[in-house]
C-alpha cells in the first residue's frame, strides 16, 4: 500500500515536472533538528522520493501562508531543516535548496519553501515557494529514513550554575531577615539574666 502509494505521488510529480527534472538529480537530503543529534542523511535515490513527496518540485501554486492550509503556528510542531543537494553532474557546481519541515504537524507533514531559490541547471523550472501539506504517507516515509516516531519532548533548560548560587544566597538572606528579630530578642535576654 505504501510502495503503491509513494510510487504514484512520484509518478504524478514526474508528469508534472516534467523535462526540467531529467537535467539533474538530488543527490542528497541531509535533515537537522530535535531529537536528531547529528542529523538524518537521506541519499539518492531515496532523496529524490522526498523531494518530491514534500511537494518542492510539484509546479502548482501553493498557499502563502500556513493558516491557508487551515493550520495554526500551534499545529506545526517542531521544525526540521532540510538541504537538498541537487546535482548536475561532473564539471558543475551542485545546488543546495533549503526547506522547512515539519513531520508531526496536524494532519501530516508539512512543508515550506522559500521564495528566491533557483536551480542553475540549463532547462531548470524555478523552484516552487511557499507552504505545502504532504500527504500522511510522507510521514511513514521519513520514520522509515530516520525521524523519530513521536514528536520529540522539548529539551527542559538547566539554569546556569550561578543562579543556583544567587537563589542560595537570597534564601540566607530571607532566612536571616526572619530570624533576625528572634535572635535580637534573645541575646536581649540573655544580655538581662547576666546582669
Not at 543529534?37 to 518542492?56: H, K
Request: glycine residues 12%.
Amino acid at each position: 500500500m505504501r510502495a503503491r502509494a509513494l510510487f504514484a505521488g512520484m509518478a504524478l510529480a514526474l508528469a508534472v515536472a516534467g523535462p526540467a527534472a531529467a537535467k539533474g538529480a538530488i543527490a542528497e537530503a541531509n535533515i537537522s533538528g530535535p531529537g536528531l543529534g547529528g542529523g538524518v542523511r537521506i541519499e539518492a535515490p531515496a532523496a529524490d522520493t522526498m523531494w518530491e513527496l514534500s511537494g518542492a518540485s510539484w509546479m502548482k501554486i501553493r498557499e502563502d501562508s500556513v493558516s491557508e492550509l487551515g493550520l495554526a503556528p500551534a499545529d506545526l510542531g517542531p521544525r526540521y531543516l532540510v538541504t537538498y543537494r541537487y546535482d548536475f553532474g561532473p564539471g558543475r557546481e551542485d545546488d543546495l535548496i533549503r526547506q522547512e519541515l515539519y513531520p508531526y504537524a496536524d494532519g501530516g507533514p508539512v512543508t515550506f519553501t522559500p521564495r528566491g531559490q533557483v536551480l542553475t541547471g540549463e532547462g531548470m523550472a524555478p523552484i516552487g515557494s511557499g507552504w505545502f501539506q504532504a500527504d500522511p504517507s510522507f510521514f511513514e516515509f521519513l520514520v522509515e529514513e530516520g525521524l523519530p516516531e513521536s514528536k520529540p519532548l522539548a529539551a527542559v533548560s538547566q539554569p546556569a550554575p550561578w543562579t543556583w548560587i544567587l537563589a542560595g544566597l537570597v534564601g540566607l538572606a530571607a532566612i536571616a531577615a526572619l530570624a533576625a528579630p528572634r535572635l535580637r530578642r534573645r541575646v536581649l535576654a540573655l544580655a538581662r539574666v547576666n546582669h
